[in-house]
């Protein structure tokens, strides 16, 4: 099965600077990556994913990179802010064309994101 | 918007007991996705449903079952509870299609005593 792995598991930055954290996979076969972000006591909250046909999604401050080569793929974090603080998991998937839906996702360990004001 | 309803958000239970929990998909979604999730850990896929039918399988143990309705809500009937079992259950759901977006609930944190 899919294995995901992620780093760092804690990562202190400055306000205003950047934030990068890392994933890599094992199964070729996986084609949707998202990235999560989960505060205390709530659900994981999608804020960007890709997919394997592209190489480079930007959203605002926040964005995805994809290295399908290396099977891996990271996210960027630019002018980070306090409310930025909180726990960042990436995943992959492997996605079932119409007629049998998706396979469940599987997550990296999770990267606890601090903001330093 | 509508987002993933999850009911009870907490349950407490004692060892051996049996517990249900609940989920109501984002409107029109047609799967649904079970995760467990430890304290301090990443989550875990359980079993996943797309149109009632179960379409892909975790770490789901054999003293769990689940199953979607036809109104697309689904349940997770957990029995003979460990302790081990304590951990927040999140239910996601999505849209069948080439590429899906699973959207999260707030989750239900299950405590066994």
């Known amino acids: 099965g899919e294995n995901v792995e992620q780093h760092p598991s804690t990562l202190s ?60 793929f990271s996210l960027h974090i630019t002018e980070t802010q306090p409310e930025d603080s909180a726990v960042y998991f990436c995943a992959a998937s492997t996605t ?14 999770g990267t606890h994101l601090i903001i330093q004001p | 918007a509508a ?15 049996t517990a249900t929990l609940k989920c109501y998909p984002i409107p029109r979604h047609d799967t649904v996705y079970w995760y467990q999730q430890g304290p301090g850990q990443d989550p875990q896929f359980l079993i996943s449903f797309y ?10 143990p054999d003293r769990f079952s689940a199953q979607q309705f036809s109104d697309y809500h689904s349940e997770l009937n957990m029995s003979s509870l460990e302790l081990g079992d304590s951990a927040l259950y999140f239910c996601a759901s999505s849209l069948e299609g080439e590429y899906t977006e699973a959207f999260f609930g707030q989750g239900t944190r299950l405590t066994v005593v």
């Open chain 2, 3 to 17: 987002g993933v309803i999850q009911s009870p958000r907490h349950l407490i239970k004692e060892k051996r007991e």
């Open chain 1, 13 to 72: 930055v400055q306000e205003g600077d950047s934030a990068v954290i890392k994933c890599t996979y094992s199964d070729s076969a996986s084609n949707y990556f998202p990235w999560y972000k989960q505060e205390l006591g709530k659900g994981p909250q999608l804020i960007i994913d890709i997919r394997s046909n592209v190489g480079e999604k930007k959203d605002q401050r926040i964005a995805v990179t994809l290295n399908k080569t290396a099977k891996h």
């Open chain 1, 96 to 109: 079932v064309y119409s007629g049998g839906g998706a396979d469940g996702l599987t997550f990296g360990k």
């Open chain 2, 51 to 60: 149109e009632k039918m179960q379409s892909d399988k975790g770490s789901i």
